[in-house]
Each structure stands twice: as structure tokens, then as C-alpha cells.
């Protein structure tokens, strides 16, 4: 599970980076045909690769090969959000399990409990009652008893 909560987090940095990176480069492009000077690279930065101007015969074929970005882009947010999707049931899956799991292991240990003291209140009616049969063989009847026959007799 680890390793695709690794993916989505790379996947949705490298969207981001390129929503990042096609805006400023949008933002230069209109910026330089509004002012129409050129921004120039600052250091570190190299200029966007532009199309050729004669790329494209029509503006309808420019505008139908932007349409196809554009479809392929959604396919691919369409793609990720399913993905986000998957991993939020699978986690929920998980979770039940999980809980189902714990349950279980709740309801072993309080019958072995159980079992646990249902052996011991039996252990401990036999000791009992050895306990009295050896009592009443040494002639010992009770704390009562004998006080009150010392006591008579001292």
C-alpha cells in the first residue's frame, strides 16, 4: 500500500509542477505579446521552446492539436482521480479488516477468559472442599466454635 501512496504523491507533484511551469510559461507568452519586448532567461532559466511559426498550415489545425492536449490531459486527471478513488476504497477495505480483526481477537480473549475462570471457580471448589474434608478430619470446625470452647473452658 505504501508504494502507490509513493506514486500518487510523485504523480500529483509532477502535475503540479507542470500546471506550475505551463502558467508562467503562458503568463511570458502574453506578457511579451502585450508589451512586445521579449523576457530574457534569467540565470538558471533557459527560453521556452516555441512551435515554429509555420507548424501548423491553418489555425484550425493549431486549435485541433490544442484540443488534443487537452483531451489527453483530462484523460490522464480522469486517470489519477479514479486511481485516488481506488486507493480510498482499498484503504476503507482495509480499515473493515482491520476492525474485523481486532474484534475477533477481543472476542478470543474474553472466552478464554471465560474458560480461564471457569477453571479456576472449579479448581478452587475442589480445594475448598479438600481443604474442609482435612479441616474436619483434624477435628478443626471453625474459628467460632473453637473461641467459644476456649473459652469456656480457660
Do not use: C, H
Not at 23 to 43: D, L, Y
Not at 49 to 73: D, G, I, K, S, V
Not at 98 to 115: D, F, K, L, W, Y
Amino acid at each position: 500500500m505504501k508504494p502507490v501512496a509513493g506514486q500518487v504523491q510523485r504523480s500529483v507533484q509532477q502535475a503540479r509542477d507542470d500546471v506550475f511551469n505551463e502558467a508562467g510559461a503562458f503568463a511570458r507568452t502574453a506578457q511579451s505579446q502585450v508589451t512586445g519586448v521579449e523576457a530574457r532567461p534569467a540565470i538558471g532559466q533557459s527560453t521556452p521552446q516555441l512551435p515554429p511559426a509555420n507548424q501548423f498550415a491553418t489555425t484550425q489545425e493549431y486549435w485541433q492539436a490544442q484540443e488534443r492536449q487537452n483531451e489527453a490531459r483530462l484523460a490522464e486527471l480522469r486517470k489519477f482521480v479514479q486511481n485516488i478513488k481506488n486507493l480510498d476504497e482499498e484503504q476503507k477495505r482495509a480499515e473493515q479488516i482491520r476492525a474485523q480483526q481486532e474484534q475477533a481477537v477481543a472476542q478470543a480473549q474474553a472466552a478464554q477468559m471465560q474458560e480461564t475462570a471457569r477453571e479456576e471457580n472449579k479448581s478452587g471448589n475442589v480445594l475448598s472442599r479438600a481443604v474442609k474434608r482435612i479441616k474436619g478430619r483434624l477435628g478443626q470446625v471453625g474459628k467460632g466454635k473453637m473461641e467459644k470452647g476456649r473459652g469456656g473452658t480457660g
